[in-house]
């Protein structure tokens, strides 16, 4: 995290889309800050106050302060007394712990799921396959904010398959708090090469090939430090 407190200007500025409906007003106004953090779009370093982002939104500073909220319990952004919201960049040493942890987790939880393949498993294995799919063509795209979203639920989806929902929630924040992705020095090869790992792993988990899921999925994990320090490759 840097000490550095810089305040928003014009570079960091980022287009308000319409929020739409269907969900809660705070809800809303968290997916468009999300976004706009990950895609860059909300500079790190910077400040953003609630007032003056609620502005833009047109609407009242309450939604906006709860969702940056929501953001900072996400490891996106972090409170500055008196002055709003700084974006969070995480440092190299806490991208390397936060990988570590990761492997210990998920891991072991999905080459466990290759142990033994039920009849359940199998399909439950199987009906992610359109979302890893959908994860190539989102790295085709380069839309990053599409690929998060859908990197995301693949993961959280597989984890779920092992039946143990305290260790889906532990996962989940630590990929929340790593999943900022920079644009700049993305290598778009090696950002495809990594979203053909999620069907790969599939494969191997209904081969019950635990070794393979081992060496697959740690690879890919340790893709997580090179991409957010601006290197190639995603998990």
Request: hydrophobic share 45%.
């Amino acid at each position: 995290m840097s000490a550095t407190v810089r305040p928003a200007d014009p570079a960091g500025e980022f287009d308000v889309p319409p929020l739409g409906g269907g969900r809660n007003l705070r809800q809303r106004v968290a997916d468009v800050l999300r976004a706009a953090v990950i895609a860059d779009r909300m500079r790190p370093g910077h400040v953003y106050s609630a007032p003056a982002l609620a502005q833009r939104f047109g609407v009242s500073a309450t939604p906006v302060r709860e969702a940056l909220l929501d953001l900072c319990n996400e490891g996106l952004v972090e409170p500055v007394r008196n002055k709003g919201f700084r974006v969070v960049e995480p440092s190299g040493k806490q991208l390397d712990d936060l990988t570590r942890l990761r492997t210990l987790i998920e891991v072991p939880t999905v080459a466990g799921l290759a142990a033994d393949v039920r009849d359940a498993t199998r399909d439950a294995v199987n009906g992610l396959r359109p979302v890893a799919r959908d994860l190539v063509r989102a790295a085709r795209d380069r839309d990053l904010v599409a690929f998060r979203d859908l990197d995301h639920a693949f993961h959280l989806s597989l984890l779920a398959l092992a039946g143990n929902p305290v260790l889906v929630e532990i996962a989940g924040n630590l990929r929340a708090r790593s999943r900022r992705t920079r644009r700049t020095g993305l290598d778009h090869d090696g950002l495809i090469a990594s979203a053909q790992e999620h069907e790969a792993v599939l494969d191997h988990v209904l081969r019950e090939d635990q070794a393979a899921v081992v060496e697959l999925m740690t690879r890919h994990i340790s893709r997580l430090r090179d991409v957010r320090a601006g290197g190639s490759g995603h998990s």
